[in-house]
């Protein structure tokens, strides 16, 4: 009689006082290089080899301000693959539109925040191609200290959106810092740009859809001590091809 009452009794209190759940399984680390662990010496082959891994060709930038959908080159593979890595680990919704020059280009990546900062411990050789110039929405990576940085490395976060303004052929010749190609001219005329850039830094990619948001984001009011603007445009970047 005794243990017919026990073993209820316990089944009762195995209910009341389950057994503790395990604790979930930490997520498996994103994949590809850790970005903290990267160096100027280091960079190139792990991007490299990250953009064999793990392809991609097109971005989306969503701000408060519209949608931009921006193509990589293929044949600036490290800074491609770089731009890839971040995006997909999320660093640029981290960061704004840090530099406004209107007429000229708008820049991003930077914040005040450690974690971007810290990331700025890698540069990533220049990739200048003839074939990719500074018309308007053409992306390029920026760089720092060329006194101190004679192989003009460029910023591992820093990038820039042309803008310009339409030149017609003797003033995109006359300020073009090499020979232009017929088309780079006529673009120039039509579309606008930036030509005294070419050839002095990587352009890796441009706009194919939301060039108006580009123009929207050179008009926004900035500090004009900084050119930061005045009311922060944030970017969620996602890698979407």
């Not at 005794?2 to 209820?8: E, K, S, Y």
């Not at 082959?45 to 392809?55: I, V």
């Not at 949608?67 to 890839?84: E, G, M, S």
């Amino acid at each position: 009689m005794f243990l017919r009452l026990l073993i209820p009794a316990l089944a009762l209190l195995a209910a009341c006082n389950p057994a503790p759940e395990k604790p979930a399984a930490a997520p498996p680390p994103p994949p590809g290089p850790d970005i903290a662990a990267l160096t100027d010496s280091t960079a190139p082959a792990a991007l490299l080899t990250y953009s064999r891994q793990y392809p991609g060709s097109e971005v989306l930038f969503e701000t408060r301000l519209g949608k931009i959908r921006v193509k990589l080159y293929d044949d600036t593979p490290i800074h491609k693959a770089n731009f890839l890595l971040l995006a997909r680990r999320g660093v640029f919704t981290e960061t704004v539109f840090n530099r406004v020059v209107k007429g000229f280009a708008v820049q991003g990546g930077q914040t005040s925040d450690a974690r971007t900062i810290r990331l700025r411990i890698y540069r990533l050789p220049p990739e200048i191609r003839p074939n990719h110039f500074h018309v308007k929405g053409a992306l390029g990576m920026a760089r720092y200290d060329d006194a101190e940085n004679p192989q003009r490395l460029s910023s591992n976060t820093d990038f820039y959106f042309a803008v310009g303004k339409k030149l017609t052929p003797a003033q995109a010749r006359a300020s073009a810092s090499r020979p232009l190609t017929p088309a780079q001219v006529q673009a120039y005329a039509t579309r606008g740009g930036v030509p005294a850039l070419d050839g002095a830094y990587t352009v890796f990619g441009e706009v194919t859809e939301g060039l108006d948001v580009v123009e929207k984001i050179s008009q926004e009011p900035v500090d004009p001590r900084d050119k930061w603007p005045t009311h922060d445009v944030g970017m969620k970047v996602t890698v979407v091809k």
